[in-house]
Structure formats: structure tokens, C-alpha cells
């Protein structure tokens, strides 16, 4: 048993625990947020990174929406620096005719979105790498957000807030006495006691609920995406049409995501999902309508998360069931008090969710703390960012940590260590000392470390021999590690160049070391 009682703990450390934990934080709860691997290991580290602006849903889905458009904003202010402002472009084909767009124009005008139609010739102006068959084109205030970035932000501010985090360590039980959830039980064996249970583990969530006695309906549905090993558009390209496969086209840093899917997908395979090579053709051939280049860019790996969706009625392929947000108070719910589920809704939306969920939690608990999350910059994001004399080898990280920087040594560890990403030593060691790094896999989510257009091949030995002296462990189990790791994204996509680069990296990462 744990010595010390929380007023709140969060189970998941996903986006929408770790925007949970700030806000409990930043009112003065004491607060634990339980996640049992590392921070994103869910669906929050396996999206598209796009900062909706809502015009996706402006036909099918106004509340949804507008919600984005508010929250889209709001991040834009908080987390500049987790934000790329892209901008988006919704462009029609022939075949999806024009009819879709005159509609979409008017229900995001209706919701509060910027939608401005644009002549074909100035959006390939804007966009030289788009289809040219295009026949319209609408600008709309969509952009690409870094999920492990902001991820990050949170959690590090709740920490300065006095907020513990405990990762590694996964929930097997709710606590009862009588019908109230007490506390939880840890894969450690402890138990800890809190005065508010908050279920924040995504699609998981409802298997940990029904432990508990408590019935909530989710259907995992299944997104599969591709990344191309170049940055072939600078804007986020959409297809003006009903959403369907493979129709975001989103600019990351380097590189470019293509997606998604969305299957209907047993809850027992969400533990180990992984892209098909059906799903990648489908990708692949629907992606080519979007950019006709993609046809001969390098694809460097793919990957699938699974939307943690919550249905009335399971039957569907998921994208006619809600991606609204769902607070659940299981008190007045379920009768079991103490336990509370917050889910559903987005990346983009995840801030609003935590406002929502933590308004709840001070309800109960009897606290009049307001809400300040929607005001207050995300560290990294506060104020300007840092000048240096010379910062030609800090400038990803500027860009990567924002006012951050002023905590990483770029005299001792000046040296560039990931060259696609320019991470230098200083920026590993901050890694190491802020969020627990124990492998290059954690490194690479808090880092970009090997997510670049080389994705390790020429740097993993230098991380490894830098990580291996920081943490005092062995170099070759970390390039073990890193490359069983990467080697699952790799499988579905290994012909042409992208196996010629498979073989290289096994070649000279597992011979020489
Ligand atoms: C393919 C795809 C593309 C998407 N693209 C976008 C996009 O571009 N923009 C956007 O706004 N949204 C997007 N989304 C939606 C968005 O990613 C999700 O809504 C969001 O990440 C959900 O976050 P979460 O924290 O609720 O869940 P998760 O990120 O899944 O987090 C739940 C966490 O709980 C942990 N957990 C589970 N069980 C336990 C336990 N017993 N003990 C402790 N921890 C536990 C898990 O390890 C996990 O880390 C996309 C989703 C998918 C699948």
C-alpha cells in the first residue's frame, strides 16, 4: 500500500491523460497519472499529427467541428511550438465533382471555419506536387502538430506542478469498498488510494472499467497509415469528398504521412497493431489520386492506431460512429462513485477533454479552481524562443523544444549525433534527464532520433555508444533493441529502395558491432 492518497489518478498516459494530469495539476490537486508503457504508446504516438481545423467534419459532424476549430486555435497559441502552421488545402478531382464542395464551403462557414475557395491554377501555384487534374480547391486553417512533442509539453508541466507520473507500471485493478473506486492496484503490487479514479486509457479503457462492474460500449477502430521519406508537400492535402481511405496528405517535419483507414478490429489485437501490406496498397494507390509523385517516393515504414470510439450500436466500419468526446460520470451512471471516464474525441480536442473531465473532478471534490489550460503557454512554447551566437547545430532543437533549449548543454554536447534530425548530445541528455529515457526507441519519441528520411541507418551506432554512456548500459543491446523495434514498421513496405535500405541498416548496424 502506498503511503500516500492522491485526490486524483489518471490511468493512460496518452494525450488525453497527460492534458488530464496538467489541468488536475494546475488547480492544485494532487494528482498520479498511471501509464504502462512509455507516454504514447497508444493511439496518441500512431495518428496523423493533424492539427484539424474541423473541415473534416463540417458536413457529418458540426458540435465535432467546431470544437476543433476552437481547440485548433487554442493550440496554436499554447503549443506553438508543437504546431506547424501549414495551413490545408481540400482539393476535388474530376470524379468527385463539385457538388461536395459547394456543400463543405457552407457548413464550415456555418461552423466557424475559414473555407475559401481557390482557383486550380493558384492552388498548384501553392502546391506544385498536387494533382493536376484537379478541378477545385478550398483553403481551410488546418495544420500539422507534433503528437509526442505536445504530449511531452504536458507532462513536463504537470510535473513542474507537483504532479507525480509513474510510467512502466500498468493498472490491473480498481480498488473497491463497497460500490466506490478507492484507488487503484499496480502490475508492482501496490495499491495506491485517490479520491477521484479518472479512466483515460483510450481504447483499453473499457476493458478496465468492466473489472469494475461498470459497462461502457467502445469499438476499436483501426487507422493504418504510410510515411514517405520526403517532405512532398508543405501544406495538408485533403480530398474534397465524404471522408474516406487514404484522403490526408500530412507534412511532418521531413517527412510525409499518408493516411488512414478506419476497420472495425477485434479489442484482443489492439495490443499489437500493425499495418498490412493490403492496407499499404490501398494507401498507396488512393494517396497517388492526392500526389501523383508519391508513386515513386520512397516509403519508409507504416504503422496503425487503433480510435478508441464509444457506440451505442457496435455495427459499422467505425466512420459513422461518433469521434465526439465522452465523459462519463460512472456515480451517477453506474452507481459506483469514485470513478470517472473521460474518452473518445481527438488529438486536436484532447485540451477541451481534460477542461471537461477536470471541471467534474473539482465538482466532486468540492473545488472552485478554474480552468487555465486554454490561457497558459506549454513549456517550450512560453514566450521567444532562445538566441545563441552560432546556432547552426541547435536549430532543430529550437524548433524541436522552443524556450526549452535554455536547459540543454550545447557547450559540452554541441555535437550532432542524428544527422536527418540534427540531435545533438546536449538534446539526448535533456531526453534522458526530463522523461526517463531508457532505450533509443523512448529517445526516438522524445527526440525524432531515427525518424528521419535515414531512419537510423547511418547514426544508430553513434546514439547507441552516446545512450550507452549516459545510462551506463550496453551499446549493443540498444541497437538490438532499436532495430527489432523499427524492423515492424519496415515489413509491410520492404521492396525497391526501402529494402535495399533494410538490408544496409542490418548489414552495418548488426556485423559491426
Ligand atoms: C490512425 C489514426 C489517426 C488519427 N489521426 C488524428 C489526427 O490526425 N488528428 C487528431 O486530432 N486525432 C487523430 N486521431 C485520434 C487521436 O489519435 C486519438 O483520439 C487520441 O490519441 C486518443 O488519445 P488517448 O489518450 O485517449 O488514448 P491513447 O493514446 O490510446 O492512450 C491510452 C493510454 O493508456 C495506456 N493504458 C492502457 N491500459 C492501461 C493500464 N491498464 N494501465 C496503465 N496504462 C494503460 C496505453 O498504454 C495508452 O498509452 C487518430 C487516431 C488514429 C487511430
Known sequence: MSAKEYD??????GVTGAATVRDCALRGLSTLLIERGDICDGASGRNHGLLHSGARYAVTDREGAEECIRENRILRRIASNCVEQTEGLFISLPEDGLDYQANFIKKCREAGIDAEAIDPAEALRMEPAINPRIIGAVKVPDASVDPFRLVDAHILDAQRHGADILKFTAVTELVKEGDRVVGVKTSKGDVIRA???????????????QA???KIGMMPSKGALIIYGHRVANMVINRCRKPANADILVPGDVVSVLGTTSDKVPVETCDDMHATPEEVDLLMREGEQLVPS??????????AGVRPLVVADPAGDGRNVSRGIVLLDHETRDGVPGLITITGGKLTTARLMAEMATDLICKKLGSSARCETAVRALPGSEGRKPRFKDPFNMRAAIGRHGTEVAQMDFEKGGEIICECESVTRAEIEYAVKQFGVRNISDLRRHTRIGMGTCQ?????????AVLADILSVSAEELVREYMQER????TPVLWGDTLRE???????????I
Open 8 to 13: 486524483v489518478i489518471i490511468v493512460g498516459g
Open 195 to 209: 479520491r477521484e479514479v479518472v479512466l483515460a486509457a483510450g481504447i483499453w479503457t473499457a476493458g478496465l472499467a
Open 212 to 214: 469494475a462492474g461498470v
Open 294 to 303: 508519391l508513386a515513386h517516393t520512397r516509403i519508409i515504414r507504416a504503422y
Open 456 to 464: 537510423g541507418s547511418f547514426c544508430i551506432r553513434k546514439v547507441a
Open 487 to 490: 524492423w515492424k514498421g519496415m
Open 502 to 512: 533494410a538490408e544496409y541498416m542490418q548489414k552495418t548496424n548488426r556485423d559491426e
